[in-house]
């Protein structure tokens, strides 16, 4: 007789009960989310060039180099070109501030207080949103946010100096729903007074999105863009003979994580 | 707001299932580790709004993810849309049907697949399925609908679930 759905209700749950003994723990994945953190926040060309730049990561504030192997710290680069996009970071995991944003169609700000020269702000919606991301008054970060209609699930994670050495920062943010700009953002993106406007002209209206801010370092500068075509880990000699180990860009397979280009930079 | 206690909790109570469903998604017993990993460090990063039932968003999450997997690594095997014919002894060996039936499986682009999966195994209504997917119920029917025809039509696929003269 012909196989029944029972039949393959069956089969599915005795084939896939033989892989006994396997398991995920939640070790397992936190070091995934380590390593995915590192893939994520680490541009090729600025580590490749780190090889030889490993001294000037040694420059970067006390401990950082030791602390470097999955535990404190991963290397962390900018997300999205800038006006210094071979600068890198490395981002500790002292979180600064963490921020449920429950309205959208405004600017929300979000103060935080600072303890070395630079941030790395990692943004996220509960739905397809298009967001913005102010730093010290200065429009730094945009784009989509949230499962978009390709069901990729973006966000914005941005990494730079924060500002004017005052002890405080804020960081502001907005999202607007996803649709609401012109083109997409295309090709360059809003600025700063049109992104005014646009969350001006929306409006309030319920949201769900989340901020965290996390303390960062400045790691070495290159002289070169960073590239995404690489793949696999390096190990960077520092100049204590201590390895430093991170990764090389974003493996394709987790390109959907974050790491968004940038419309219209990548 | 979910937090990390949770998160653990639902990584050690779900994580076996998890681990089989991936299975069944990829074939592969080391992939599924990979896959439900991945799956599991992405949904981590978003708990905060993942909300109550974490399910959903994992399975959507373990779907594209083997879905851009399949699309962009080489996988080791030919996908054929005609399976070799094989003779159908009476009373043919159930571990030979099985893999047959596998086989047969393996040949369902992942989309149908992932129907297959998250109908018989996690046991997903169709909506519930639609809205992991991103597409519509008609949709998952139709998927369904192909996917059990190709395993019920194909010689292989039917001589490894004929269990009875």
């Known amino acids: 007789m012909t196989m029944t759905e029972a ?31 590192r893939r994520r926040l680490a541009t090729g060309a600025a580590l490749v060039a780190g090889l030889s730049a490993a001294a000037a990561v040694a420059v970067a504030p006390s401990g950082s180099t030791s602390l470097l192997p999955d535990d404190v ?21 002292r979180v600064l501030a963490d921020e449920t944003v429950a309205t959208g169609g405004r600017k929300e700000p979000i103060p935080y207080a600072r303890s070395h020269e630079s941030v790395s702000v990692s943004f996220s ?8 991301l102010w730093l010290g008054g200065v429009l730094v970060d945009q784009g989509p946010c ?11 994670h941005w990494a730079g100096a924060d500002g004017d050495g ?14 609401s700009v012109p ?48 793949h696999g880990d390096v190990v960077i000699q520092g100049t204590g ?17 974050t790491d968004v280009p940038f419309p219209g930079t990548s | 707001m979910a937090d990390r206690a949770d998160f653990e909790r639902y990584v050690r109570q779900r994580s076996d299932r998890l681990l089989r469903t991936a299975y069944l998604l990829c074939r592969d017993w080391a992939t599924a580790e990979d896959l439900l990993q991945t799956a599991l460090a992405k949904a981590w990063t978003a708990w905060w709004r993942v909300g109550d039932n974490p399910d959903p968003y994992v399975y959507r999450i373990l779907a594209n993810t083997h879905a851009t997997w399949w699309r962009r690594r080489w996988r080791g095997e030919e996908p054929t849309p005609v399976l070799p014919e094989r003779p159908a002894h009476g009373g043919a060996d159930l571990l030979e049907s099985r893999d047959v039936l596998r086989r047969a499986l393996d040949c369902l682009p992942p989309r149908q697949r992932a129907v297959i999966v998250l109908r018989y195994f996690a046991d997903l209504a169709d909506p519930q399925i639609a809205e992991i997917l991103g597409c519509s119920p008609v949709t998952v029917r139709s998927q369904a609908s192909r996917a059990l025809a190709r395993l019920r039509v194909d010689p292989a696929a039917r001589s490894a679930v004929t269990m009875e003269g």
């Open chain 1, 183 to 230: 083109g997409g953002g295309l090709p360059g993106g809003l600025t700063s007074d049109e992104a005014d406007r646009l969350v001006a002209g929306v409006g309030e209206y319920p949201a769900r999105a989340h901020v965290i801010v996390t303390e960062a370092f400045t790691a070495f500068r290159g002289g070169r863009p960073a590239q995404r075509d690489c």
């Open chain 1, 73 to 93: 710290w991963t290397a962390s680069a900018m997300a999205r070109p800038s006006a210094t996009p071979s600068v890198a970071y490395l981002e500790s995991d």
């Open chain 1, 7 to 37: 039949d393959l209700r069956g089969f599915l749950a005795q084939d896939s009960s033989e892989g006994v003994g396997r398991e995920v723990t939640v070790a397992d994945v936190d070091h995934r989310v380590r390593r995915i953190r």
């Open chain 1, 166 to 179: 005052t002890g405080r920062g804020t960081v502001e943010v907005a999202v607007v729903p996803a649709g």
């Open chain 1, 241 to 257: 003979g201590q390895p430093i180990h991170s990764s090389v860009c974003e493996a394709v397979t987790e390109a959907s994580f």
């Open chain 1, 125 to 132: 919606c509960g739905e397809a949103s298009y967001a913005f």
């Open chain 1, 146 to 156: 949230g499962i978009q209609d390709d069901h990729v699930d973006r966000m914005l």
